[in-house]
């Protein structure tokens, strides 16, 4: 097991480098996931989050893909969380911005693999998972919401 020391000086790390390269997107998904180890899950996304939103817009290719892949984690931690309904919009985000990038489109997989896990280990009917896949799947707004026809949504 890792020692509370190192782990503190492993996040000391990320925070430094983030400083002297604030775009440097390895050292802000670091000190992310670093935060999520300690269960701070919120200051995890919170964190990508203000990194994506600074960042965002700039024309590199690299910046974009760099953005992307800050997005991707964002993703990654709320799909671990079971966080579905956010993680899709950030996808959504990602798939927009970025459409033809690798990472972004395994991360689609990913959750949706993650979902359909989750919906058939529930005793969820499958008229309410089919309407949930559809919404998530699709990015369909039109879609009714379970509460329309009183289905119990298994998330």
């Known amino acids: 097991m890792i020692s509370l020391e190192r782990l503190s000086k492993a996040t000391s790390a990320f925070q430094k480098a983030l400083k002297l390269s604030p775009k440097c997107v390895p050292a802000v998904v670091g000190l992310a996931r670093r935060y999520e180890q300690d269960g701070e899950?919120?200051?995890?996304?919170?964190?990508?989050?203000?990194?994506?939103?600074?960042?965002?817009?700039?024309?590199?290719?690299?910046?974009?893909?760099?953005?992307?892949?800050?997005?991707?984690?964002?993703?990654?931690?709320?799909?671990?969380?079971r966080e579905f309904e956010d993680a899709w919009k950030h996808l959504k985000q990602a798939l927009l911005e970025n459409p033809t990038n690798d990472i972004v489109l395994q991360t689609a997989e990913k959750l949706e693999t993650s979902m359909r896990d989750l919906v058939d280990s529930n005793d969820g009917s499958e008229?309410?998972?089919?309407?949930?896949?559809?919404?998530?799947?699709?990015?369909d707004d039109d879609v009714p919401n379970d509460n329309e026809d009183n289905v119990a949504d298994p998330f």
Do not use: M, P
């Open 41 to 81: 899950v919120a200051r995890a996304i919170k964190t990508l989050e203000e990194y994506v939103n600074k960042y965002n817009g700039e024309g590199s290719r690299r910046q974009r893909a760099a953005v992307s892949r800050a997005r991707v984690e964002i993703v990654d931690i709320l799909t671990e969380h």
């Open 127 to 139: 008229r309410a998972s089919g309407r949930y896949r559809a919404r998530a799947l699709n990015f």
